[in-house]
């Protein structure tokens, strides 16, 4: 365990396994290619065979195998942490999670607990085309008995950072299953510091109802009122928040960027708050569109608010295959320019 | 009571538990469906009769059988067939899915597998000795989750004893339908040293499971028992395609109650017989009458 503070979302979530494995001995850790000095394929696990050899266990390229093991580990008492190589891997594992790590508790009448965390990247923007860029979370997001979380890049108060603290939590403070999504492109920001969010006001939520992790709201300081609720989480929280500023400087238009790191099981009651003042909400997520996480956002915040939303509207990743070629690539998912253009017409029209 | 009579008792057990059920689905009294073990008792009896405290087992969608082999009450078994907050999981497993003290079932084939793996990892690194007992058809052979776990269970060395049991069936779809190649040399394989038997006989399975056992105990590593035994029964109920005159040859031939039971003079069969009926059909009112709402 290094004792540096953390600067990327990398360091940080390596260092929320570290502090897990370190302070709760019935953490384990599995998947392909994790061993150092390789680390895994995005090097989240590096140090963490070399610190604890026995408790890091490298895989076959197997992953409903592992992730049904993990199941049979929890079961046994074991806190079971999987690595999945590729969220476009999440396919392979999703009987297991479906049929069986969430259904345990429930069907045997909650006598058992099933603490098991698949932490997995998803996204492009790096050129790895068809099958290793998807954003797929949304299949699992509607699975009772599962908890989604999605890391922001922000410091925080904890010496993890925002990322590490949220990853360390589902660890040893859950004793359900978590789906806990990172992105390709987000492992290498810089976690946010004061420093950089001088310009904002920064507004966390505290846990209430099924918020068990929080919910940040950013918009610009001594901005007028905002006119337009932005939501997004993940790397795309990053690039709304740049959107955020290019609305403001370049359009005064102004907006609140509600960033959940809890994404299921739902509840949207921080951005229902927000909404009922700007009456304009629009998500934007890598995913594609049909029956994914901004439908859900949107049908529940107009079953909430009713005639509160006035505009409503979604920004995805075209419904089509992520090609190879960077240019191709880039017209598949959304970037700042898309927000931009996407809040002006929400706005002005 | 010596050891055959014993013996006999628990296979009347389950035989006679799983044909009351039989008898009573018609009243409307149990939700869903059910898949009994009619023909496949010895395997239960057999096997667990060399379990010891704090083993697991892990069985699947034909589980009662197990579950009465190991300990479980047929008055909980009963009440959670129907749906009842005082079964064994509330009523919200049902039939397929029971978990009692280390015994669990689950209704997806080749997950119970991977699920009976992360437990043998787990008493492996708990290092107290205990072993997991998975009980598998051979349905479960086309799913390749199975795969993924025997080479992972071979390749880390678990204390898992796979019992394969081979009733050549898989609901309606006969294995020369199913399953190509052959079923020992999928876990010789994985250097997973298997042993395969050709009877009812709750004696012969006793004997060889006991040295697997001992085995997978000893040497902390995987073992696989493959029994061939016919189904005498249904898959679950009404879905029985095979013909009469095949089940009836079955029946005569490999019935494991009739075979165990002809180690018994007739007198103490009877008695037997006439007390775990008893006890069962009061078990079985018992568990129709009992009362409390849910929790």
Redesign the interface.
């Known amino acids: 365990m290094t004792d540096r503070s953390p600067l990327t979302v990398l360091d940080s979530l390596n260092q929320g396994l570290h502090q897990a494995m370190a302070d709760n001995a019935q953490v384990?850790f599995l998947g392909e290619d994790i061993l150092d000095p390789y680390g895994g394929s995005f090097k989240v696990a590096r140090g963490l065979s070399s610190a604890y050899p026995d408790r890091v266990?490298p895989?076959?390229i197997?992953e409903?195998?592992?992730?049904?093991?993990?199941?049979?580990?929890?079961?046994?008492?074991?806190r079971?942490v999987v690595e999945i190589m590729f969220g476009d891997f999440s396919t392979l594992i999703a009987?297991?999670v479906i049929?069986?790590l969430t259904?345990f508790n429930?069907?045997?009448?909650?006598?058992?607990t099933v603490p098991v965390v698949i932490r997995t990247p998803m996204g492009g923007r790096r050129g790895y085309g068809p099958t290793h860029s998807q954003t797929l979370e949304k299949l699992f997001l509607g699975t009772p008995g599962l908890t989604v979380l999605a890391p922001f890049h922000i410091k925080g108060d904890h010496e993890l950072g925002g990322p590490g603290q949220l990853l360390y939590e589902a660890i040893v403070g859950l004793d359900s299953p978590v789906f806990f999504i990172e992105n390709k492109l987000q492992y290498l920001l810089k976690l946010l510091i004061p420093y950089d969010l001088e310009e904002y006001d920064l507004a966390e939520t505290g846990t209430s109802g099924n918020i068990r992790f929080p919910c940040y709201k950013l918009s610009l300081r001594s901005a007028p009122a905002a006119q337009l609720t932005l939501t997004a989480y993940g790397y795309m929280a990053h690039l709304a928040l740049g959107a955020i500023h290019n609305l403001a400087y370049e359009y005064e238009i102004f907006c609140e960027l509600l960033v959940p790191t809890h994404l299921a099981p739902f509840d949207l009651s921080p951005l229902y708050e927000s909404v009922s003042k700007t009456k304009r909400l629009l998500a934007v997520e890598e995913g594609t569109l049909s029956l994914g996480w901004g439908a859900e956002v949107l049908a529940r915040t107009a079953e909430a608010l009713g005639a509160g939303l006035t505009r409503a509207g979604r920004l995805t990743a075209r419904g089509t295959v992520i090609p190879v070629a960077l240019d191709l690539e880039a017209d598949c998912l959304p970037d700042v320019a898309d927000i931009v253009t996407r809040a002006r017409e929400m706005v002005q029209k | 009571m010596d050891k055959n009579a014993r013996l006999y008792e628990q296979l009347y057990t389950i035989r006679q538990f799983e044909t009351l059920l039989l008898e009573q689905f018609s009243t409307g009294i149990f939700p869903g469906t059910t898949h009994t073990s009619l023909g496949q008792e010895a395997n239960a009896v057999g096997v667990l009769a060399h379990l010891a405290a704090n083993d697991?087992v892990v069985s699947n969608h034909r589980c009662h059988g197990h579950f009465l082999a190991y300990g479980g009450d047929p008055q909980a078994l009963f009440a959670e067939l129907m749906g009842k907050p005082a079964g064994?999981?509330?009523g919200?497993?049902g039939s397929q899915?029971l978990?009692w003290r280390n015994f669990?079932s689950?209704g997806?084939q080749g997950?119970t597998?991977?699920?009976?793996?992360?437990?043998?990892?787990?008493?492996k690194?708990?290092g107290q000795g205990s072993i997991v007992f998975d009980f598998m058809g051979d349905g479960t052979l086309g799913e390749?989750?199975v795969y993924?776990?025997l080479?992972?269970a071979s390749?880390?060395q678990l204390p898992l004893l796979i019992v394969l049991e081979n009733n050549h069936i898989a609901q309606t779809t006969p294995s020369h339908l199913a399953i190509a190649g052959s079923v020992v040399k999928r876990f010789e394989a994985f250097d997973i040293p298997v042993m395969q038997l050709d009877t009812s006989n709750v004696t012969e399975i006793l004997l060889v499971a006991k040295e697997l056992v001992r085995q997978v105990r000893n040497e902390c590593s995987p073992r696989a028992l493959v029994i061939e035994t016919p189904r005498l029964g249904h898959h679950s109920k009404g879905d029985d395609t095979r013909a009469d005159m095949d089940v009836e040859l079955l029946w005569q031939l490999r019935d494991p109650i009739s075979i165990q039971g002809e180690m018994l003079e007739d007198q103490v069969r009877y008695a037997i017989n006439r007390r775990i009926d008893n006890e069962l059909q009061a078990a079985f009112e018992m568990a129709l009458t009992i009362e409390g709402g849910r929790v």
Not at chain 2, 113 to 123: D, K, N, P, S, Y
């Open positions: 384990m266990l895989t076959p197997s409903a195998g592992i992730t049904g093991i993990a199941g049979g580990m929890a079961l046994r008492g074991m079971p009987d297991q049929n069986h259904k429930a069907m045997y009448n909650g006598q058992v | 697991v064994i999981c509330g919200v497993g899915h978990h669990y689950s997806i997950g597998v991977a699920m009976a793996t992360g437990m043998a990892l787990a008493e690194l708990a390749g989750i993924e776990c080479n992972m390749l880390w």
